[in-house]
Structures are given as C-alpha cells and as structure tokens.
C-alpha cells in the first residue's frame, strides 16, 4: 500500500518551489525532477518540448493509466526597460497585477546572473500621487523597481537586463506551527512533489499496480497546453492533479 511520506514530500516541495520556473524557463525545475526519477531509478524520457514521463509497468500492460502535475509557475517577463531604469513586464500566464504588487523578484539575465526587484506600482506613495490607491494596476502603471543603484535605462543594461529577460515572484514557503504549507507556487507544485513521491513508494516498496501507469510532469501548463501530448495510444484513463484556491 502507499505510504505517504510528509516529510521527504515538503522538502522536495520546498526544493521545488524555491526554484524559479515561470513557463518557458523551466530548465532547473526539470532537473531536479529528472535528478529525482533517476535516484528512485523508475523508467522516464524527456519530450522534445521538455517535459519528464515516467512510467511504471503494472500487471496490465495493454490498458494505461496516466497522472499528470506541472512545474511551470506564473511569471513575468522585462517588456521594456524604462528611461528611469525601472522595468514595465508582460505576464507570463494568467493573473491579476494586483496579485503580485509589492512582492520581491529575481530578473534572471540571458548570462544567468539573478538580480533582485521589487514590483511596485509606479504611483507608490500617497504624498506624491494623490490616485495611488485608486490607481488602475496594469502593465503601465506597475514596474520593478531593481536593488541597485541605477538611475536610467543604461545603468539597468550595464548589469546585464534586457528585455525579454524571465521574473519570477518570491515562492514565500512556510510550515505554520499547525501544518499549512503556504507558498506561491503550490499550484502545481505540491502537486508534482506528491506524484514523485507516489513513484519513489510504489517502486521502492515494489508495488505492482494493476495497469501501466504513467507519470507526466508538464513544464507548460501556464500557457495552455500543459499535458497534451506525448501520450501512450494504450492511454484509457488520464487524471490531472492541479490546484484550486
Ligand atoms: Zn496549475
């Protein structure tokens, strides 16, 4: 029987979701889970648009199962580097810019160099912008506001940043002294962290599932198309584990 295991679960979630993988920069994210895959030594591939599927052969080999979870997370992406040195964004999946006004970022640069923002409305203060309340949060009134000096566009492009660079948004993990597991990017990654976990027990406990079952660990869920392909003919059941609020 499956045994879940809390502990080694959060802190693959934790591992997880405190590596940034906004949709089309999931390189790292992938790794670990192809890292895990390999460690608990299951059968997997790597799709050409880089997602994992493990598969573990049950008693019927004809009729498949599969269960699918997914490790991009919502994003950003420098739309433009403004003439103050501030960047405008453009979203990577869907949300409201409310959502992420005032949270910490990482702008990672095409060299692979992090550097870190916040992501403020460009109205901040009340004592200047009498509107800042009331004012619309959108894509040009919110910008990221970068921890360095830099007092124009050519200071910003001195450290790297041009546009098209991927933000991600602080994952905030926490355990509440009662057990809630809070972060940002639970969707989908606590989801991901159980289904590894369900392959590291079934193959460690050698469990013998009544069919071949397939593991599908989507990296471009945000922007639509998720697990969608890549899937076995003998496929008749197909379940996938994602997130609500
Ligand atoms: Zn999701």
Partial sequence: MYQFNEARTTELLKRLVETPSPSGFTEKVMKVISDEFTNIG???KRTNKGAIIATVKGKDDSRHRLLTAHTDTLGAMVKEIKSNGRLKLAMIGGFNWN???GEYCHIHTASGKEV???ILMHQTTVHVYRNSGTAERNADNIEVRIDEKVKNA?????LGIEVGDFVSFDPRFEVTPSGFIKSRHLDDKASTALLVDLVRSVTE??????NTTHFYISNNEEIGYGGNSNITP???EYIAVDMGQ
């Avoid at 050519?154 to 001195?158: D, P």
């Fill in 42 to 44: 299951v059968t997997y």
């Fill in 99 to 101: 959502a992420v006004e």
């Fill in 116 to 118: 870190r923002g916040t």
């Fill in 154 to 158: 050519a200071e910003t492009k001195a």
């Fill in 205 to 210: 406990n050698g469990i013998e599932l009544p």
């Fill in 234 to 236: 003998e496929t008749v």
